[in-house]
Structures are given as structure tokens and as C-alpha cells.
């Protein structure tokens, strides 16, 4: 009995929630607007003594206008938050519900392309359209951003994509007090000055790649590390192929230019009519890229080091390895001398590798060497995780070769692994998606994480259960937990 009361009371408690999310005073007991962000842009964002988290997965496929992601009535891939202890506890009841959550922002933000940003007292995210066009096809593969105060009201559409977003291909960041949206829609690259409200504003409409600043963690007190950077972090990079207006550089190759965040004119960076550049990441005060000779098709990892000032590439660049891997992962910047030149590397020989330029000289360390198939998901600072064999593996790149992984205990659950957002990590934490089997035998995916810091890790379940979708509990005189 007193397990079916807990579920109704779970119930009664996430429908209560849903309504003062929505309402017009909004939650109670906000976070301060100075408090630290930690993880941010990821599926659960840590400020104050909160974690707000996407509360499970929902495609954005087949989805129905008017049923589907409607405001106020959305809780599975809502964001929802719930208090953490200093001792990084989050509280369960003898069932393993969630002792207390509440819905903070109740429409769709837990899909294929999750990820929210949270910037003094607002939370911005991404959310499928629910806007038909002119024959009455559903544009859901499209997404809404949007901005809602961290109490839950006012909530504003800031723009629409014309494309099916991914989790790169938008960011946020502040400058000098001022956040800004940056948006890569099909080939346009849009910047919104979302602290002034302001309409969005087109920096280029044919760029062929580009990569945005991305900070994980936010202190607003922190005005050395928010403040522009020598001018640099008011630019835009991106590549563009070359038209007829660009005939002083030849007919080879690409253009690697920037604008400012504001818009205005644009600046040639690079334009040498025998190389062509595809931007892979910005981090450490350099872009970094793969820059292709159009004869030889040799390819090289670059870094060039940002500048206020217009230079020529030639004087900011410099090689990181003169091979090209599937997939290249650049790392945090750790040393005064070589800034930025780490990255990591998996082969197709499922190696996992360190590389580093040292004054001219490229050095390759080998950190594992793994039996089978080799996914890479992810490097959070020194951290790479991967999936193998369906389970989640961790390794420290810089602890030098031959290395054994460790596992992210997930006690045997079944994860969902076939889209690219099903994992974040916020330092300590790692969150993915399992699957819950309902009573009427549905299967529906919500969050849980590990703690990689306990002494005994174990997977605990973040969420709160949509109506329908909590499991069938354990038979009376059975010592197994309702919620796992």
C-alpha cells in the first residue's frame, strides 16, 4: 500500500509542478543570479543547489501539432530540477522516486539534439516546431530557441531554424556582459544578441563550416574569464567557398574568413588559392581545422592562434599532426609554452591516441588499445569517454601509455545509445539515458547517472515518470527496489 501511495503521490507532485512552472508567479527558491554554472550546453546543468536535467528522451519524430509539445503540458524530455547536497546527493525515497522535483521549463528539450544553456536568471533551449507549412506538413524536424526565466515564466521564442538542428551547430556564450546566441542553419550563420532581445542577425549565408566558443562552466563574479579576450572572442570564423569577387586568391582551395559577433564587414584571414580548410573546434584562444593541399590532397591538423588583429594565417599557424584520424578531439590548454597543441585520436585499428606538436617535432602516444570497436563520445577536460561493447568507458589521455579504462558503472541497464546526445558528464557526474519497461509494456528512456567520485559507484535514477510510464512494482514479499 504504501508503495502505491508513493507513486500517486509522485504522480500528484509532478502535475502540481507542471501548473506552478507555467503559472504566472513561477517556482519559488531560484538560485541566485551570480551563482556558478557547471555543464553547461549539456542534457543536466548544475547552479545553485540545483540540477536541472532533461527528464528522459522523446524523438521529435511523429509528432502530432496540438497533442505533442505543448506548452504546460509536457513532462517526458522536459527540464526539470531538483536539489543537490554539498555532498553531491540527490534525494530518493525508499521507492527510488525523486523525493522532489519540479518542472521548470514543460515542453520538449530531451530529443536528439539536447542541450540548454543556463546565463544569470535565464535558461535558454532547444525544442522541436511545432508549426505546420502551407500543405500542412508538420516542420518539428525544425527547433524553436528559446528563452524562459529560471522560475519558469515569460517564455520567448528567439528563432526558428530552417534545418534540423544538432548540438554543435548552436552555442552560447557571454561577452563583456552581454550573452549572445550563435546559430550554424544550413549553410547561414546567425548571431542573436539574446541579452537586448534584439532580431537575429545574418554574418554570412554560404559558410561551408564553422565552429563556436564553448565554455562548460559559467561564474558570472569571474570577469577576467567572461570579459573579451584581446578582442578575439568577437569574431565568428568560419570557411566560404571562393566566388568570382575573390579572383586575387585564385580559383583553388577555399576562403577562411571572420565577422564580427554584431555583424559588419567581412575579413580574409586566409585565401592562398592552394589549400582548402574545414574548421573543427575554437578552444584556447585558437581555431583549430584540417587544412587540405587541392593538388596532393595532403592534409594537416592546424591550429591558429587568434588575433585581434587581421594577420595572415602563415604568422598564427602551426601543425599539429600531418595525419588525418575519423574523429580528433582537442584538448584543454595545460601548458604556458605549447598552447593547445594536445589533441586525441582514434584510428581505425581502434587506437586511442595522444598527439602533440613540440617545437616542430610530433609525438604520438599510444594510451589504449582496444579489442573491438571503439565509439568516441566525448572529451570533458582531460577525460575521453567511449562506448565498447555497449558500455561507457573512461580514460585520463594524459596519464600517459597503456593505459587500463575504467567503466562508468551503469548496473547492466540498457542504454540508449543510437543518438549522439545520450551522454553528458559535469566533472563528476556522468548522466545517459536508460530504459524503463511500463506497466502496459511500453519502453521509455529517462535519465540516470553515476557519481564517479564514490567510493562505491552505482547508477541512480533522475526523473520524474510520465502518466503511463512507471514501471510495474516489485511483488509484495519481493526485497527488490520499485525504481532502479
Given at each position: 500500500?504504501k508503495?502505491?501511495?508513493?507513486?500517486?503521490a509522485?504522480?500528484?507532485?509532478?502535475?502540481?509542478?507542471?501548473?506552478?512552472?507555467?503559472?504566472?508567479?513561477?517556482?519559488?527558491?531560484?538560485?541566485k543570479t551570480?551563482?556558478?554554472?557547471?555543464?553547461?550546453?549539456?542534457?543536466?546543468?548544475?547552479?545553485?543547489?540545483?540540477?536541472?536535467?532533461?527528464?528522459?528522451?522523446k524523438?521529435?519524430?511523429?509528432?502530432?501539432?496540438?497533442?505533442?509539445?505543448?506548452w504546460?503540458?509536457?513532462?517526458?524530455?522536459?527540464?526539470?530540477?531538483?536539489?543537490?547536497s554539498?555532498?553531491?546527493?540527490?534525494?530518493?525515497?525508499?521507492?527510488?522516486?525523486?523525493?522532489?522535483?519540479?518542472?521548470?521549463?514543460?515542453?520538449m528539450v530531451?530529443?536528439?539534439?539536447?542541450n540548454?544553456?543556463?546565463?544569470g536568471?535565464?535558461?535558454?533551449?532547444?525544442?522541436?516546431?511545432?508549426?505546420k507549412?502551407?500543405?500542412?506538413?508538420?516542420?518539428?524536424?525544425?527547433?524553436?530557441?528559446?528563452?524562459?526565466?529560471i522560475?519558469g515564466?515569460?517564455?520567448?521564442?528567439?528563432?526558428?531554424?530552417?534545418?534540423?538542428?544538432?548540438q554543435?551547430?548552436?552555442?552560447?556564450?557571454?561577452?563583456?556582459g552581454?550573452?549572445?546566441?550563435?546559430?550554424?542553419?544550413?549553410?547561414?550563420?546567425?548571431?542573436?544578441?539574446?541579452?537586448?532581445?534584439k532580431?537575429?542577425?545574418?554574418?554570412?549565408?554560404?559558410?561551408?563550416?564553422?565552429?563556436?566558443?564553448?565554455?562548460?562552466?559559467?561564474?558570472?563574479?569571474?570577469?577576467?574569464?567572461?570579459?573579451?579576450?584581446n578582442?578575439?572572442?568577437?569574431?565568428?570564423?568560419?570557411?566560404?567557398?571562393?566566388?568570382?569577387d575573390?579572383?586575387?586568391?585564385?580559383?583553388?582551395?577555399?576562403?577562411?574568413?571572420?565577422?564580427?559577433?554584431?555583424?559588419?564587414?567581412?575579413?580574409i584571414?586566409?585565401a592562398?588559392?592552394?589549400n582548402?580548410?574545414?574548421?573543427?573546434?575554437?578552444?584556447?584562444?585558437?581555431?583549430y581545422?584540417?587544412?587540405?593541399?587541392?593538388a596532393?590532397?595532403?592534409?594537416?591538423?592546424?591550429?591558429?592562434?587568434?588575433?585581434?588583429q587581421?594577420?595572415?594565417?602563415?604568422?598564427?599557424?602551426?601543425?599539429?599532426?600531418?595525419?588525418?584520424?575519423?574523429?580528433?578531439?582537442?584538448?584543454?590548454?595545460?601548458?604556458?609554452?605549447?598552447?593547445?597543441?594536445?589533441?586525441?585520436?582514434?584510428?581505425?585499428?581502434n587506437?586511442?591516441?595522444?598527439?602533440?606538436?613540440?617545437?616542430?617535432?610530433?609525438?604520438?602516444t599510444?594510451?589504449?588499445?582496444a579489442?573491438?570497436?571503439?565509439t568516441?563520445?566525448?572529451?570533458?577536460g582531460?577525460?575521453?569517454?567511449?562506448?565498447?561493447?555497449?558500455?561507457i568507458?573512461?580514460?585520463?589521455?594524459?596519464?600517459?601509455?597503456?593505459q587500463?579504462?575504467?567503466?562508468?558503472?551503469?548496473?547492466?541497464k540498457?542504454?540508449?545509445?543510437?543518438?549522439t546526445?545520450f551522454?553528458d558528464?559535469?566533472?563528476?557526474?556522468?548522466?545517459?539515458?536508460?530504459s524503463?519497461?511500463?506497466?502496459?509494456?511500453?519502453?521509455?528512456y529517462?535519465?540516470?547517472?553515476?557519481?564517479?567520485?564514490?567510493?562505491?559507484?552505482?547508477?541512480?535514477?533522475?526523473g520524474?515518470?510520465?502518466?503511463?510510464?512507471?514501471?510495474?512494482?516489485?511483488?509484495?514479499?519481493?526485497?527488490?527496489k520499485?525504481?532502479?
Amino acid at each position: 500500500m504504501k508503495k502505491i501511495l508513493t507513486v500517486i503521490a509522485a504522480i500528484f507532485l509532478s502535475t502540481t509542478m507542471l501548473l506552478v512552472g507555467c503559472g504566472p508567479k513561477g517556482l519559488k527558491d531560484n538560485p541566485k543570479t551570480a551563482d556558478p554554472v557547471y555543464s553547461n550546453g549539456g542534457m543536466a546543468v548544475l547552479k545553485g543547489d540545483y540540477v536541472y536535467f532533461v527528464n528522459g528522451f522523446k524523438s521529435y519524430n511523429d509528432l502530432t501539432k496540438d497533442v505533442d509539445n505543448v506548452w504546460g503540458k509536457q513532462v517526458l524530455s522536459a527540464i526539470y530540477r531538483t536539489k543537490v547536497s554539498d555532498l553531491n546527493k540527490i534525494s530518493h525515497d525508499d521507492d527510488g522516486f525523486l523525493s522532489k522535483a519540479e518542472v521548470v521549463v514543460p515542453q520538449m528539450v530531451g530529443t536528439e539534439n539536447s542541450n540548454f544553456y543556463i546565463f544569470g536568471d535565464y535558461i535558454y533551449y532547444a525544442t522541436p516546431n511545432m508549426q505546420k507549412d502551407k500543405n500542412g506538413n508538420l516542420l518539428n524536424a525544425r527547433s524553436n530557441l528559446c528563452r524562459v526565466k529560471i522560475n519558469g515564466t515569460d517564455n520567448k521564442v528567439l528563432y526558428t531554424t530552417e534545418a534540423t538542428l544538432t548540438q554543435a551547430n548552436w552555442s552560447m556564450y557571454e561577452l563583456d556582459g552581454t550573452v549572445y546566441m550563435l546559430v550554424y542553419d544550413n549553410s547561414k550563420i546567425i548571431s542573436i544578441n539574446a541579452s537586448a532581445n534584439k532580431a537575429p542577425v545574418i554574418l554570412n549565408k554560404k559558410a561551408t563550416s564553422t565552429a563556436f566558443i564553448s565554455n562548460d562552466n559559467y561564474i558570472k563574479s569571474n570577469t577576467e574569464a567572461n570579459k573579451t579576450i584581446n578582442g578575439v572572442n568577437n569574431y565568428i570564423y568560419y570557411t566560404r567557398d571562393i566566388t568570382e569577387d575573390d579572383a586575387d586568391y585564385g580559383k583553388a582551395g577555399n576562403i577562411l574568413a571572420r565577422i564580427n559577433i554584431n555583424g559588419g564587414a567581412e575579413e580574409i584571414v586566409c585565401a592562398d588559392g592552394e589549400n582548402s580548410y574545414a574548421i573543427n573546434t575554437a578552444k584556447n584562444g585558437c581555431i583549430y581545422y584540417t587544412k587540405t593541399n587541392v593538388a596532393t590532397t595532403v592534409a594537416k591538423f592546424c591550429k591558429y592562434v587568434l588575433s585581434e588583429q587581421k594577420n595572415k594565417v602563415e604568422n598564427n599557424e602551426s601543425e599539429i599532426s600531418y595525419v588525418t584520424y575519423s574523429k580528433t578531439f582537442v584538448l584543454n590548454s595545460n601548458n604556458e609554452n605549447y598552447i593547445g597543441t594536445d589533441v586525441v585520436t582514434i584510428d581505425e585499428d581502434n587506437n586511442i591516441m595522444l598527439v602533440k606538436n613540440v617545437n616542430g617535432v610530433v609525438e604520438t602516444t599510444y594510451i589504449y588499445k582496444a579489442s573491438s570497436k571503439i565509439t568516441p563520445i566525448n572529451v570533458y577536460g582531460d577525460k575521453l569517454f567511449y562506448l565498447e561493447d555497449s558500455k561507457i568507458y573512461y580514460i585520463n589521455v594524459r596519464n600517459g601509455a597503456d593505459q587500463t579504462p575504467l567503466k562508468v558503472e551503469t548496473n547492466d541497464k540498457t542504454l540508449k545509445t543510437d543518438i549522439t546526445t545520450f551522454f553528458d558528464y559535469d566533472g563528476r557526474n556522468a548522466y545517459y539515458y536508460v530504459s524503463y519497461e511500463a506497466e502496459d509494456g511500453s519502453t521509455n528512456y529517462y535519465l540516470n547517472r553515476t557519481d564517479l567520485n564514490a567510493n562505491t559507484s552505482e547508477s541512480e535514477f533522475v526523473g520524474v515518470f510520465d502518466k503511463d510510464h512507471t514501471p510495474k512494482k516489485p511483488d509484495e514479499d519481493s526485497d527488490e527496489k520499485w525504481i532502479k
